[in-house]
């Protein structure tokens, strides 16, 4: 079999290495968007000279990008559906708790109601008792003379 393919290589033929890998950086880049990275290790960094401006007490505030507006914006969002979340919650728990301690406090309301009632039977039936006893012994008093 006699192959003339010139890309296949031979036995003794020397392949060049791949061309070395370019240095590695300062820092880890992120594995995912959206993922933190490390910043560079800076031991000695000064800020350009031009990149330092001095902010006057009525200088406007810096530009807001579209990508910063909007991750204001998903920020925003985000505050209001786990706000909204919480209050749905926060109804169905409150409810639930106020049901329980309306329920204790009839409860204990009752107990209370009930005690007086029975405080204020017995002494009515005591007094009734006694003033039916008074007029029985007034009778027979009146009738041995």
Known sequence: ?????????????????????????????????????????ATHYQAPAAATPVMSPMAPPPQVTPAAEQYRQWEQEIRENVLQSLLERVDTVLHQ???????????????????RVKEGLHDALAETVERAVAEEMARFSSSKK
Request: proline share 12%; no cysteine; glycine share 2%.
């Open 1 to 41: 079999m006699n192959h003339d393919d010139n890309s296949i290589p031979l036995l003794t033929e020397i392949i060049p290495l791949a061309p070395a890998a370019p240095a590695a950086q300062d820092y880890a880049a992120p594995m995912q968007p959206g993922a933190f990275h490390t910043q560079p290790a």
């Open 97 to 115: 708790h106020l049901q329980d301690q309306m329920a204790l406090a009839l409860d204990h309301l009752s107990d209370i109601v009930m005690q």
